[in-house]
């Protein structure tokens, strides 16, 4: 997928926009607090339905305005779409090459984009649930029954953690009840399995490589799914009947915890570099090039699966990088479409198809 064009009145500190793309390396440069990431932030909110970074849209009115308006346009194969939302006020409006559309789901996996920016490099340094959150959004973004399933799960354990904490406190739940929510829980748990099991091993083979590459045959990276029950079954009735057994064998530790102490809302992966579990050692280049190898391994996968690269995003990443790895990563850009931004242009300005100056929410380009 190749974006155009992206548009933008009231968004952010920009006032008014209108960014020309080409394919390759687009690089939006500028000193600080400028607008490269809010440019940005913009076209990410029509691959993912929201902002990376805002908790509610209304942050993203342009202060002392009524409200925004933004567009993208892009080319998918021979296609050419369009993408609008605005926000005035409560009232929104979506549309999809120019008819409306009333839900935002509606909205997302029409432009696909991988984005990749500071707060990313938790997933090798933070918790588990920074890993569960990636692996949500990339299987998602190719999978929208996973998406459906996921929430189905989170509504099953719900329920199931409210049964078993009113069994803990005496209050009268039958058993019955519960072993319907565990039976819930074991069914969509069976596909969540499944899916993120041959997601890990696919990424794992693409960001293995990538990572080979990025660090001239030096650093070898692996990743592997960790959960509750035994890795590698591979059909689902066997996975359901694992999770019931396993919930079965602990009802009571459940019972007295109050709580579900198993299940895919507590798996993780575990990222080695040369057999090495990566966040104890890693420096920050190594951390740093890991979640580089994720995020274009998960391009290859959306690439697989759709049949088109989807559009990177990569937000001030790349300044921490050798000369050698940085120059790695742009030269990947060939028949891909990169969009990224620095403040220390100096070092990228050569190997870019498109260079934008951001300053003060006013962007100009000078094609090459
Ligand atoms: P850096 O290099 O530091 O990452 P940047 O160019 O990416 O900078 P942005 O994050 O895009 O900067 O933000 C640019 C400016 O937008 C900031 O000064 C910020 O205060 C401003 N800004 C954020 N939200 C709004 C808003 N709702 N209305 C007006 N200005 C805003
Ligand atoms: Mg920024």
């Known amino acids: 997928m190749i974006i155009r064009r992206f548009r933008a009145s009231n968004f952010r500190n920009i006032e008014s926009c209108d960014i020309e793309f080409t394919e390759g390396v687009n690089l939006l440069y500028g000193r600080n607090a400028q607008g490269k990431t809010n440019a940005v932030e913009g076209i990410y909110i029509f691959s993912r339905g929201k902002s990376f970074r805002a908790r509610e849209d209304s942050e ?98 719900e329920n199931r953690n409210c049964a078993l904490k009113f069994i803990s406190k005496g209050f009268p739940v039958t058993k019955d009840e519960l072993w319907s929510w565990s039976e819930s829980m074991a069914e969509y748990a069976s596909y969540i399995y499944l899916e993120r099991e041959k997601y890990i091993e696919n990424l794992s083979k693409y960001a293995g490589e990538v990572m080979l590459d990025i660090s001239e045959g030096e650093e070898n990276l692996s990743l592997i799914h960790e959960c509750d029950i035994e890795v590698g079954i591979r059909e689902r009735d066997d996975v359901r009947r694992a999770y019931l057994k396993l919930f079965t064998e602990n009802l009571d530790r459940e019972i007295s915890a109050g709580v579900s102490l198993y299940g895919p ?21 190594q951390q740093r090039s890991a979640v580089l190898s994720l995020k274009l391994a998960e391009g290859e ?31 990947g850009a060939e028949g891909k479409q990169f969009i990224i931004t620095s403040c220390e242009a100096e070092d990228l300005l050569g190997y870019t198809d498109n260079e934008i100056d951001v300053s003060g929410g006013k962007y100009v380009s000078a094609h090459r």
Not at 77 to 86: C, V
Not at 303 to 328: A, N, T
């Open 60 to 157: 993203l009115v342009k202060f002392g305005t009524e409200g925004f308006r933004i567009s993208v346009e892009y080319d998918e194969g021979i296609h050419h779409r369009t993408l609008e939302y605005a926000l005035f006020g409560k009232e929104r409006l979506r549309k999809k090459n120019g008819y409306k559309i009333s839900k935002v789901t509606e909205m997302i996996g029409s432009l696909k984009c991988v984005l990749f920016y500071p707060d990313d490099l938790k997933i090798v340094k933070g918790g588990p649930e920074e890993r569960r959150g990636f692996l949500n959004v990339a299987v998602s973004l190719i999978n929208g029954t996973y998406l459906k399933m996921y929430s189905d799960y989170k509504k099953a354990l």
């Open 301 to 331: 996968l959306i690439k697989d699966i759709c049949g088109e690269y989807p559009v990177y995003l990569f937000d001030d990443v790349l300044s921490e990088l050798d000369d050698k790895r940085k120059r790695y990563v742009l030269s």
């Open 265 to 285: 809302h507590r798996d993780d992966i575990k990222i080695k570099i040369n057999d090495k579990d990566l966040p104890i050692f890693a420096s920050q280049g």
